[in-house]
């Protein structure tokens, strides 16, 4: 089975009629940080990410269910924009669509690309109607789809893939129009490729928002077992960073305790029952802290160092807002953690704090910045030189 290489890194995001993405195509890099006013779609670039990764594990149909179906998540605006709407000389207005309405998803990257496009079923007598087919689905190889490119396409219910002499399979195969080829299809026997995408977009990993309320998961004493991943509710908090200190990097992670809280230091204690317990030493203080006793951003603070510092990095780290709850004082240090995870996976970061961005700035030479605006009720990359000039892209046809 070809191999992902452990540098590959995704090169290219592209986005078709979600929510405000009426036509986004991305550079992405090894660290790429992505900011813009509240309102200019930073949160529908990361429920894109997440809906793409859903993919791959037969969730996207559910995932667009709880967003309230297909036709709730299409862009809500004009097929297309005419000169006049732009310089506001007259207002946009409905118009009859000529292509097919569809929702679509893709990203190329060192090794293959993958791309999928989402619409509504023909009518029917079925209750489940309202539940979007995979129109078409492809991963070719290289940096841009090319026909010469494909190593699996498929249309409809159809899949076809290439042989090892570069021609077309004789056979055909068949699969459920509401699942991805990426499950139904992800046969090394028969086209190594999408089992290599699919394994290669399953690794992607997210974190959202950890809770920090007195009832949190990451503020319980419970059993803990060796944790190199933490979960996405922050539970497993004190064995995910003792893992770390056992197995990861030790010194990465009292560097990270020192920068936010100098002085201070982590130890986790595990009882004769199994329980780990975390214990925060602060300068000062006759007995450490437990996780109960901790202030909303020590507590997320230590949430992301564990995340930051996973022994088992993801091929893709994507963050969302950080920095919520977190002192200002302690951004430089979250930007050094990110810095330092950016070296062992590739990190996408989703911001609004113009403070993170500065910080991240200053922590890395590497970082690549992206700033979304609204325009006409669509998101873009601000100041982007032209459509000529963004990254290479097409999209499969029907």
Same mark, same amino acid.
């Given at each position: 089975m070809p191999a992902v290489s452990v540098d590959s890194v995704l090169t290219t995001l592209a986005v078709e009629n979600y929510r405000s993405l009426r036509d986004l195509v991305l550079p992405l890099s090894r660290l790429t940080v992505v900011t813009g006013a509240n309102g200019s779609g930073k949160s529908n670039l990361y429920r894109a990410l997440r809906l793409l990764a859903d993919t791959s594990r037969s969730g996207a149909v559910a995932a667009l269910a709880r967003e309230g179906g297909l036709p709730s998540t299409l862009w809500a605006g004009p097929e297309k924009v005419g000169r006049a709407v732009r310089d506001g000389r007259t207002p946009p207005q409905g118009t009859t669509r000529n292509k097919p309405v569809g929702l679509r +998803?893709?990203?190329?990257? *060192? *090794?293959?690309?993958?791309? +999928?496009?989402?619409?509504? !079923? @023909? !009518?029917?007598? $079925?209750?489940f109607n309202r539940d979007p087919e995979f129109k078409r689905e492809c991963v070719w190889s290289g940096s841009v789809l090319r026909d010469k490119a494909l190593l699996a396409d498929r249309a409809g219910p159809v899949v076809r893939t290439r042989e090892q002499s570069g021609a077309w399979g004789a056979e055909a195969y068949r699969i459920a129009p509401t699942d991805s080829m990426l499950t139904s299809f992800a046969d090394p026997r028969v086209s190594p490729e999408v089992l290599v995408v699919r394994e290669q977009i399953r690794s992607w990993r997210f974190y959202d928002h950890f809770r920090t309320d007195a009832e949190a998961p990451a503020r319980q =004493? &419970? =059993?803990?077992? &060796? @944790?190199?991943? +933490?979960?996405? *509710?922050?539970?497993?908090?004190p064995a995910a960073l003792r893992t770390i200190e056992e197995i990861g990097d030790a010194d990465a992670l009292h560097t990270a305790i020192d920068n936010a809280f100098p002085g201070s230091r982590l $130890?986790? &204690? $595990?009882g004769d029952d199994g329980r780990f317990e975390l214990e925060f030493h602060q300068h000062g203080l006759l007995r450490?802290?437990?996780?109960?006793?901790?202030?909303?951003? @020590? %507590? &997320?603070?230590?949430?992301?160092?564990?995340a930051l510092l996973s022994p088992r990095p993801p091929q893709l780290l994507v963050l969302n807002e950080p920095e @919520? $709850? %977190?002192? !200002?004082? %302690?951004?430089?240090a979250l930007a050094t953690l990110i810095a330092t995870a950016a070296e062992r996976t590739q990190v996408v970061v989703v911001t609004h704090a113009r403070d993170l961005v500065r910080a991240v700035e200053a922590s890395t030479d590497d970082a690549s910045l992206l700033e979304l605006e609204k325009e006409l009720g669509a998101t873009v990359l601000a100041d982007a030189p032209g459509i000529l000039d963004r990254p290479p892209w097409h999209w499969p046809k029907r």
């Open positions: +998803l893709g990203f190329t990257g *060192d *090794d293959f690309g993958y791309a +999928l496009d989402l619409g509504m !079923p @023909t !009518p029917g007598e $079925s209750a =004493v &419970r =059993v803990g077992t &060796r @944790t190199p991943v +933490l979960d996405h *509710d922050g539970a497993d908090l $130890s986790v &204690r $595990s450490p802290l437990s996780a109960a006793e901790l202030s909303d951003g @020590t %507590l &997320r603070y230590l949430l992301w160092v564990a @919520t $709850s %977190l002192h !200002p004082s %302690l951004l430089p």
